[in-house]
């Protein structure tokens, strides 16, 4: 398993960019499969238009304690990107103007930016109904300074959203890294110790599980059944709900289907589940994301493609909602793996 980033490797496609130009040539240029805008044009869905902006979702940098295989911010250790006070105070400054309901912030293991705790209190304080942090974890135990997360995030009824791609550690440890299981293992008990996850408590504990391997997600509410049945007989773990979302061909996900020669084979799934129920609510609909030096795009995906709005507010610190929601959303075939079976999305099945 790498333990650098593909920046850290210089690797071809992030260094040039050179993700889209996979995503639009080959067996969609040759017309094998067809192009992502042209199937959401035969429901009249293109160019993809927003709704109502509902969530704003904040990256607050690249840097974690992990490097998993499949990572599609392509985020590590070696990855120095992390939000400054200045960029937090200018989306501080949108959280208070905006009309969207829901503050999801993710990285990276967001824990790391040394002012996260900082940046949650003040968006407490700004009046965020829904605030929810993606943790991985693995960091509530990587060291003393952050045990206390678990009654950190308590104290600001925060909506906890971790990644388990496993209940076996087996399939996690090799997606994730030696030892992550044990350490998420630890950490969801400590979270259930403070009351995250009960069956009838307000502090919500979801997990996300995403595939091992070059394959689709199954059923996500038999998927919900199997982990909630495991983890409980093994280690009287509670959760809430469980999202099961699917890899998108991007950052360290292409990389690996493209090495383990599966990159045809998995666009070729992807069209294949291709749901135009799901096109409706892909999460681009409804976001703004933020990147960590404040720049905006329309899912944490595009923003990993270096896609920004097509708008001419481009940056958090020009925001203007209005603006914002009459531009069309930038579109490729990565967009596939959002509108596969059931949809998907950061927060599992949309249909
Ligand atoms: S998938 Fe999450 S935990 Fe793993 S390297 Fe990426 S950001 Fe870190
Ligand atoms: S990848 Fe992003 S832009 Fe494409 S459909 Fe999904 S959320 Fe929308």
Redesign the pocket.
């Known amino acids: 398993m790498a333990t650098k980033s593909l920046k850290a490797r210089h690797n071809a496609l992030v260094t040039d960019n050179k993700q889209l130009e996979i995503l639009e040539s080959g067996i969609f240029e040759n017309g094998e499969l067809p192009y992502f805008k042209d199937k959401i044009a035969q429901i009249g869905q293109f160019p993809l238009r927003p709704k109502k902006l509902e969530i704003l979702q904040i990256n607050v940098g690249y840097m ?1 304690n ?3 295989e ?2 599609h ?1 392509d ?2 250790p070696d990855r120095k990107e992390i939000m400054t006070r200045e960029t937090m105070e200018q989306c501080l400054e949108v959280i208070r103007n905006t009309g969207a309901h829901t503050l999801d912030l993710t ?3 967001l824990e790391m930016n040394p002012n996260f705790r900082w940046f949650v209190e003040e968006a407490a304080r700004a009046g965020v109904q829904d605030f929810i942090v993606r943790s ?1 974890l693995t960091i509530i135990r990587a060291n003393k300074k952050y045990y206390d997360l678990p009654e950190f995030f308590k104290k600001y009824n925060i909506h906890v959203i971790s ?1 388990m791609p496993h209940y076996t550690r087996g399939k996690t440890d090799k997606q ?1 890294g030696e030892g992550v299981f044990d350490k998420s293992i630890k950490a969801l008990q400590e979270l259930n110790a403070v009351g995250y996850g009960m069956p009838d408590s307000s502090l919500r504990l979801d997990l996300v599980y995403n595939p091992s391997g070059a394959f689709l997600p199954g059923d996500q509410s038999a998927l919900e059944r199997d982990f909630k049945k495991a983890l409980m007989e093994d280690f009287e773990i509670q959760f809430h709900n469980l999202f099961a979302i699917t890899n998108l061909p991007i950052a360290r996900f292409l990389d690996y289907l493209m090495a383990s020669g599966n990159y045809e084979d998995y666009m070729y799934s992807l069209v294949e589940a291709y749901n135009p129920s799901a096109v409706e609510n892909v999460m681009c609909t409804n976001t703004i994301s933020v990147s960590w030096d404040g720049w905006l795009y329309d899912c944490d995906f595009n923003q990993m493609l270096g896609l920004k709005v097509a708008s001419k507010i481009k940056h958090i610190k020009d925001y203007n909602e209005e603006v914002l929601t009459d531009r069309n959303i930038i579109v490729s075939q990565h967009c596939f793996g959002c509108t596969a079976g059931a949809g998907s999305s950061c927060q599992g099945s949309v249909t």
Do not use: T
């Open positions: 974690c992990q490097v998993c499949h990572c911010v985020a590590g990285g990276g293991a991985n990644s994730r």
